[in-house]
């Protein structure tokens, strides 16, 4: 009865031992997930991922948008990264900032204006320029839509932004030339886009 006992304890014991190590194996897998490399990532690693800004990636293509020709539609020239481990906004806004050299398409920011920075927060871009682009900036309404529209459809190529805030010297602006209101995030221009 003594023998027996023993067995009795030490397969209890193993069986105990095997079901520790079965639900801690299920906590952990919980815990991974698979990504696309199909490497394992814990919860841990993927919200660190997730938190760090948007990185330009070396397959990555970007849209930028410039005013045609007759400046009444908007032209877009897809750009390469050349900027490695740059935040993909700053790029295209750099981009466009320096302007085009192609043909049917022209700058419309200001020479001088410097962008100050450019975030993502809830779906929402907000640009920073510096002042040179209202206080440069010479043309009238349709230039203004165009100018406009070059910033926000630029940012919103970009399926995370919905909306476009710019900001100059760090604060909302009314207008930029007084001919349309830049105070609220605006959404996309698609009818200004040429197809």
């Not at 190590?21 to 991922?49: F, L, M, P, R, W």
């Amino acid at each position: 009865m003594l023998k027996s006992s023993k067995y009795l304890i030490v397969i209890l014991t193993v069986f105990i031992l095997i079901l520790t190590v079965g639900c801690s194996k299920e906590n952990n897998q919980n815990d991974e997930k698979i990504n696309s490399d199909n490497k394992v990532v814990t919860e841990k690693e993927k919200k660190a991922n997730d938190n760090k800004t948007a990185v330009v990636e070396k397959s990555d293509t970007l849209k930028v948008y410039y005013a045609n020709e007759d400046g009444t539609k908007l032209v877009s020239e897809v750009k390469v990264k050349e900027v490695p481990g740059e935040d993909k906004y700053t790029t295209v806004m750099k981009k466009l900032i320096a302007g085009t050299h192609e043909k049917g398409a022209v700058s419309i920011i200001p020479k001088g204006t410097r962008l100050r920075s450019v975030r993502v927060e809830k779906n929402i871009a907000y640009v920073d320029f510096s002042n040179d682009l209202v206080k440069k900036f010479n043309g009238g309404s349709t230039g203004e839509i165009m100018l406009v529209g070059s910033i926000v459809d630029t940012l919103t190529e970009f399926p995370e932004v919905k909306a476009v805030q710019i900001l100059i010297e760090g604060k909302k602006v009314d207008t930029i030339a007084g001919h349309m209101d830049t105070s609220e995030p605006l959404k996309r221009f698609n009818d200004i886009i040429k197809n």
